[in-house]
């Protein structure tokens, strides 16, 4: 996919991948200066994360870990330990 940069410098995000970042009138792109490629993405809205931590609830507050790592993946059977004899 390419665009041509005009003499202003700009260039025009092509349909499919606007559509993909779900890009839209005003919204902004930070640029990575330190990529030796040409590296942008959508920047988060002033405000955004705070916006999130507002309204997120965690779902495993007051939950052990081993008890919310198994609801996010599952339980996991572990190997038995070298070092016990399974006697």
Same mark, same amino acid.
């Given at each position: 996919?390419?665009?041509?940069?005009?003499?202003?410098?700009?260039?025009?995000?092509?349909v499919?991948?606007? %559509?993909?970042?779900?890009?839209?009138?005003?919204?902004?792109?930070?640029?990575?200066?330190?990529?030796?490629?040409?590296?942008a993405?959508k920047?988060?809205?002033?405000?955004?994360?705070?916006?999130?931590?507002?309204?997120?609830?965690?779902?495993?507050?007051? #939950?052990?870990?081993?008890?919310?790592?198994?609801? #996010? %993946?599952?339980?996991?059977?572990?190997?038995?330990?070298?070092?016990?004899?399974? %006697?």
């Amino acid at each position: 996919m390419q665009a041509t940069l005009t003499s202003k410098g700009q260039i025009t995000v092509p349909v499919k991948i606007r %559509r993909m970042l779900k890009l839209k009138v005003g919204d902004r792109l930070d640029f990575d200066e330190t990529a030796p490629f040409l590296k942008a993405t959508k920047a988060i809205a002033p405000g955004g994360w705070d916006n999130f931590r507002a309204i997120w609830k965690n779902p495993y507050a007051g #939950m052990p870990a081993v008890r919310a790592l198994e609801e #996010m %993946r599952g339980p996991v059977d572990l190997p038995a330990d070298p070092g016990s004899s399974g %006697r």
